[in-house]
């Protein structure tokens, strides 16, 4: 980890292996955090914004951060290999996310420019009341980032945050800690005071419990299921922590009947397949109208099976790996429960083999199910879709 400019080992003695999903080899061996790195984290994030931070003007934090991000694009090809290599994404949709964090400085120092910190005008509210307005950062805030957009989420939560004035905690998932351990090495030659970005790696049931339950975090930006979302508020909630959840979903889409049902199964596919389905706003749930149901039934079951299953760092993949070991048996079981509950598999799934590579690969599930039934099981973070037939 890194907690006040240092590289920290870690009070726990623990290790995580942060691993290729599409060769199962691992790229690097990560300490984990336990509750006194935490503490140590808090304390630095105050000394450090205490120590002069809070006071910075806007155009202070905002040349740090563009310095940041002009690191950033120099070292473009690192944060890129940790994307495809340590995140398991394509290269075409790894670019993607890159071109994503300029904007975000951009955007974030022009709110910070608008904003009026410290007091604002007196407002007349009665003849005898006055109205004063006064912005001020938190203090130390933490974002829990997830492992399907390391980098994106990162800087999302972590350009805001800094451009408010507060010390951040950044606490990386432990699928994809290597481009939150890297922002913190580029914080530091950026020019950063030491403790305003410190990073702690660790599982979500260890670090991120001892950071949600940590009375000197004062707000806590949280992405990932809603079962661990649940649990940090709780946690957070003893102390009056504020907390920002997102917290996945389970997308739809309708095809109406005067649609092309060719175009729209490429569109809804190219849905249902981004970053393999593993994101918040992939598409899953399908209503088709009676009259184009089989048409487009028909061209999406083309679609998926057309789609080229490979490894993430190869040329022309359209789906590569899972993240993880644990994913291809919640998605198979997903699948099941579908099946179970009166759903016809078009395409089933299950287990797909890739040439010279060892990974989590899997087929993509194409459902069908009767009309006003209910069998679509919880999000599922994979190329999986079921359509069901409507009359309007």
């Known amino acids: 980890g890194i907690i006040g400019g240092k590289e920290v080992a870690g009070s726990m003695n623990a290790v995580i292996d942060a691993i290729n999903p599409g060769t199962m080899e691992v790229l690097a061996r990560v300490s984990e955090m336990g509750y006194d790195d935490v503490n140590l984290a808090v304390e630095a994030g105050y000394k450090a914004f205490h120590g002069g931070w809070k006071n910075t003007s806007v155009e202070e ?27 398991g994404k394509v290269s075409e949709l790894a670019e993607g996310d890159m071109d ?11 709110v910070a420019r608008q904003t009026q910190f410290g007091d604002s005008a007196i407002m007349d509210v ?12 938190w203090g ?7 492992w399907n957009y390391p980098v994106v989420l990162t800087a999302w939560f972590m350009f805001p945050a800094l451009m408010a004035g507060n010390s951040i905690l950044v606490k990386p998932s432990e699928e994809t800690p290597l481009s939150a351990l890297y922002f913190g090495k580029l914080a530091e030659e950026a020019g950063f005071p030491p403790g305003v970005i410190n990073v702690l790696p660790g599982r979500g049931e260890l670090s991120g419990k001892f950071i949600a339950e940590h009375p000197g975090v004062r707000y806590i930006a949280f992405t990932g299921s809603p079962g661990v979302g649940q649990s940090i508020l709780q946690a957070a909630d003893k102390h009056g922590t504020r907390v920002k959840r997102e917290m996945g979903g389970n997308g739809s889409a309708i095809v109406c009947a005067d649609a092309d049902p060719e175009l729209v199964a490429r569109l809804i596919g190219k849905r249902v397949n981004q ?32 789609l080229k299953i490979g490894n993430q760092a190869v040329k022309g993949t359209q789906l590569g790996p899972v993240v993880n070991s644990r994913q291809p048996q919640r998605i198979l079981n997903g699948i099941e429960v579908a099946k179970a509950k009166g759903a016809e598999a078009i395409l089933s799934g299950g ?15 194409l459902l069908t199910s009767p009309t006003g039934s209910d069998c679509n099981p919880n999000e599922i973070f994979h190329t999986f879709v079921n359509v069901q037939p409507v009359d309007s």
């Not at 994503?100 to 022009?110: H, I, L, N, T």
């Open 61 to 87: 934090r905002a040349a740090l951060l563009m310095k940041l991000v002009e690191l950033f694009e120099r070292d473009l090809d690192v944060f890129l290999a940790c994307e495809i290599l340590n995140g």
């Open 100 to 110: 994503a964090v300029r904007g975000c400085a951009e955007y974030f120092v022009k």
């Open 126 to 137: 009665d003849s005898d009341v006055n109205a004063y307005t006064h912005v001020e950062p």
């Open 140 to 146: 130390v805030v933490a974002g829990i980032i997830p």
């Open 275 to 306: 970053h393999y389905g593993q994101t918040c706003c992939t598409i899953h749930r399908v209503f088709a109208e009676k009259s184009i149901f089989d048409d487009f039934l028909g061209a999406s079951e083309a679609f998926f099976k057309e």
């Open 351 to 365: 287990h797909a083999s890739v040439d010279g590579h060892q990974g989590f690969y899997l087929k993509p599930a």
